[in-house]
């Protein structure tokens, strides 16, 4: 998506009451889930974007009711509710692999697309979608400025 369209789509969402700006003055969206899931769930996202359009797009979900001594709203609760969802928007096939750093990552991989999901902390559970083209093409232009044949004429 154009980033001038991202922004279109959401000034029209906003003016329909569906999303709102992200709390603390934050440059987030927030979409507030009431019936999808055991209790109502934030999701705030803003992507990142390269040549004006969208290359990632991350997500971040909490319950509302989440405190530290409410367990039961904890994000490794919520990642097997937004897992079960995201199936059944994207498809069955998630693998999980085991990061040294993040925990349980489940990945799906289509097309260019990438959703990588996980346990950022107690609180939250975040979901990124990448474009591979475009990620292949950082990298790959990255390799070349930290080359020492690069040549910057």
């Given at each position: 998506m154009?980033?001038?369209d991202f922004f279109d789509h959401c000034t029209e969402l906003n003016k329909e009451q569906i999303i709102t700006q992200g709390p603390g003055g934050t440059t987030s969206v927030e979409h507030r889930i009431k019936d999808k899931f055991s209790s109502e769930v934030s999701m705030r996202f803003f992507p990142t974007f390269?040549?004006?359009?969208?290359?990632?797009?991350?997500?971040?979900?909490?319950?509302?009711?989440?405190?530290?001594?409410?367990r039961q709203y904890w994000a490794e609760n919520l990642l097997e509710e937004i897992l079960e969802e995201y199936k059944k928007d994207?498809?069955?096939?998630?693998?999980?692999?085991?990061?040294?750093t993040q925990g349980k990552v489940y990945y799906k991989i289509d097309g260019k697309r990438r959703i990588n999901l996980f346990v950022k902390d107690e609180q939250f559970v975040q979901a990124v979608f990448t474009d591979l083209?475009?990620?292949?093409?950082l990298k790959s232009e990255y390799e070349k400025s930290i080359s020492p044949d690069y040549n910057q004429n």
């Open positions: 154009k980033q001038q390269i040549d004006y359009k969208i290359f990632e797009m991350p997500v971040t979900y909490s319950f509302i009711a989440w405190a530290p001594w409410n994207y498809g069955e096939d998630f693998k999980l692999i085991n990061h040294p083209e475009v990620e292949k093409r």
